[in-house]
């Protein structure tokens, strides 16, 4: 006899339904499973350094283990790893935080949810620049809101206008997330470009802004970097400024962000956070310590190797008939457009459709993995990681340029 008590606990309550493990982390199981099968799988899916942590860092990690660092912290972080925070907030951002306005967390990726759950009421609004990364809109959901897409385009530079964003803002707006450097598009918005978009906020006094500024360190040809809260320190009380060791300190496995903020968010944060990991890892605070206020060539070393395959890497695309693209001005992701390729045939027969047939085809035919525009709300496009070994770069495009000649224009019966 069923067991309805049984299914009914299992089965998925409403605000996770459509959902599903993400297609990025599905690529890179195929690619893995496919490496074990002996297939030459080159992955340019890849969301993160792929750089050992510095050797500093896991010094200090050693350390803390050593002192009996072990034991549950602080909520919100150890005092020394707010310090830190505090530091690097002022260092590098010129952003002055007291102890109770920053909090750390286990990644980038837990202070948003924390932000959000701490705020967002049912059909609430999150306005989301796309493309962009894809768990903007999952979270914004899984807390009751509703994700409003407003894209950018190639010609844009994947940027969004202040002209866009005043027609999307309704009176149920409660928060735009801005990420720049951008994944998967790697544009940066400059000092104007986010002052015009904080202007139009501005006027709509009970929307707010989260800046991920997770790719804050990773940016070429002396792009320069500007943060929202340092642009309108006057708006200081409406935004959040939300960052991590991750992505900057090849630590993605080590789960630590930290955020800085109005004293009255980062609490109702800290609420939430207590309720489900507690604290941060202990061991990865005292990493992290170490990674923010220890010397920064690992940052130089990591930016010159990027600067290096993102030349090889756009050198390559250039050659590729169907494929559009300006080389990101931050972050490791190219983001390019395939819409040219749209409607053409594979020798086998199969038709292009979309960018996610490509992306198959690139995958079977090729054996290199690339990531769907539409997995960041962009049809059309491709996201290729760079964060990769310069002779992969070079082998995948060689192979992508195969694969990519070998496809032809549909016959049409007459
Ligand atoms: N924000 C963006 C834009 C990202 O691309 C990612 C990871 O891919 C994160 C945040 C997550 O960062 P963390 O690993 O610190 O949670």
């Keep these: 006899m069923t067991d309805h008590s049984t299914l009914a606990a299992t089965s998925r309550a409403t605000r996770i339904q459509g959902m599903g493990v993400s297609r990025i982390l599905q690529l890179a199981q195929t690619a893995r499973e496919m490496k074990a099968q002996g297939i030459p799988v080159i992955d340019l899916s890849a969301g993160q350094p792929d750089f050992d942590t510095p050797g500093n860092v896991r010094d200090a990690a050693m350390r803390a283990i050593d002192r009996g ?38 990644g980038a990726k837990q202070l948003l949810f924390n932000a959000l759950m701490a705020t967002i009421d049912q059909g609430d609004e999150v306005i989301l ?26 010609e844009s530079r994947y940027k969004i206008t202040p002209d866009q964003l005043r027609k999307v803002i309704t009176p149920r707006s409660k928060w735009i997330l801005l990420n720049s450097p951008s994944n998967p598009s790697g544009a940066v918005y400059a000092h104007d470009e986010l002052a015009a978009l ?15 500024d997770v790719y804050e360190h990773i940016r070429f040809d002396g792009t320069r970097f500007a943060t929202p809260a340092a642009v309108r320190p ?41 309720q489900s990991t507690t604290n941060p890892c202990s061991i990865s605070q005292a990493a992290a310590v170490e990674a923010l206020t220890g010397p920064g060539d690992f940052l130089d070393m990591a930016r010159a190797t990027y600067a290096r395959r993102r030349e090889t890497l756009f050198d390559g695309l250039a050659r590729i008939d169907g494929i559009e693209g300006v080389p990101p001005e931050g972050s490791f992701f190219a983001f390019v457009r395939i819409a040219q390729l749209m409607g053409t045939q594979t020798p086998d027969g199969t038709t292009i459709t979309d960018d996610t047939t490509l992306s198959d085809y690139l995958l079977n035919s090729a ?48």
């Design 69 to 106: 660092e072990t034991r549950y912290t602080a909520l919100d972080g150890t005092a020394a790893m707010k310090d830190a925070i505090r530091h690097k907030f002022a260092t590098d951002n010129k952003l002055a935080f007291a102890e109770n306005e920053v909090m750390a967390g286990a």
């Design 198 to 212: 904080l202007a139009v906020i501005e006027q709509h006094p009970t929307l707010c802004v989260i800046a991920d």
């Design 234 to 274: 006057d708006m200081r009380d409406r935004i959040l400024t939300i960052n991590a060791v991750s992505k900057a300190f090849a630590m993605t496995g080590w789960r630590l962000g930290y955020a800085g903020g109005p004293a009255t968010l980062i609490k109702a944060m800290s609420i939430v956070q207590s």
């Design 367 to 414: 054996n290199v993995v690339t990531v769907p525009g539409s997995e960041f709300g962009l049809p059309d496009h491709l996201r290729l990681s760079f964060a990769v070994a310069d002779e992969d770069i070079k082998t995948a495009l060689a192979r992508m340029e195969m694969a990519i000649s070998a496809l032809h224009q549909k016959k049409v019966l007459g």
């Design 129 to 154: 620049p796309t493309p962009c990364w894809l768990s903007y809109f999952d979270i914004a959901k899984i807390t009751g809101g509703v994700p409003v897409a407003v894209s950018g385009s190639l």
